[in-house]
């Protein structure tokens, strides 16, 4: 689980999708190249579990001990019961940005160690709305 506020939500391929950028070197990108399912969750301003999944690697904490999260296993993912909304999204592309790509110079300049984002589109396949 990572803190993410980079995306978008609209339409792809007549389905109701999201978009992500994620680094490479972030460890959540190792689950969503190997996975075909990710969740999006929101927890409004809980600014406590944002700062953890926002500074923290899973690499070296656990995340769900830390926030005190409870993990629900449902719909090939898994998600937090604490979430007020939940997207569980099928990935249906995974690509890295390329160099060659960019329009605008200054863009290149956001990637001083090459460490471009990966573009992940995923549909929308099920949403969960705490009332």
């Given at each position: 689980m990572m803190t993410?506020?980079?995306g978008f939500i609209g339409?792809?391929?007549s389905k109701d999708s999201v978009v992500i950028a994620v680094r490479p070197q972030r460890y959540t990108m190792d689950f969503l190249k190997s996975e075909d399912?990710?969740?999006?969750?929101?927890?409004?301003?809980?600014?406590?579990?944002?700062?953890?999944?926002g500074k923290e690697s899973g690499r070296d904490v656990n995340k769900t001990e830390r926030t005190g999260l409870t993990p629900v296993f449902s719909d090939n993912s898994v998600f937090f019961e604490e979430a007020r909304l939940v997207l569980v999204c099928k990935k249906r592309y995974c690509n890295r940005l390329s160099p060659e790509?960019?329009?605008?110079?200054?863009?290149?300049e956001l990637y001083p160690a090459d460490d471009r984002h990966f573009m992940i589109i995923g549909e929308i396949v099920k949403t969960y709305v705490k009332e």
């Amino acid at each position: 689980m990572m803190t993410a506020s980079w995306g978008f939500i609209g339409e792809m391929w007549s389905k109701d999708s999201v978009v992500i950028a994620v680094r490479p070197q972030r460890y959540t990108m190792d689950f969503l190249k190997s996975e075909d399912y990710f969740t999006l969750s929101f927890y409004g301003d809980r600014r406590d579990i944002h700062a953890v999944c926002g500074k923290e690697s899973g690499r070296d904490v656990n995340k769900t001990e830390r926030t005190g999260l409870t993990p629900v296993f449902s719909d090939n993912s898994v998600f937090f019961e604490e979430a007020r909304l939940v997207l569980v999204c099928k990935k249906r592309y995974c690509n890295r940005l390329s160099p060659e790509a960019f329009t605008e110079g200054d863009c290149k300049e956001l990637y001083p160690a090459d460490d471009r984002h990966f573009m992940i589109i995923g549909e929308i396949v099920k949403t969960y709305v705490k009332e």
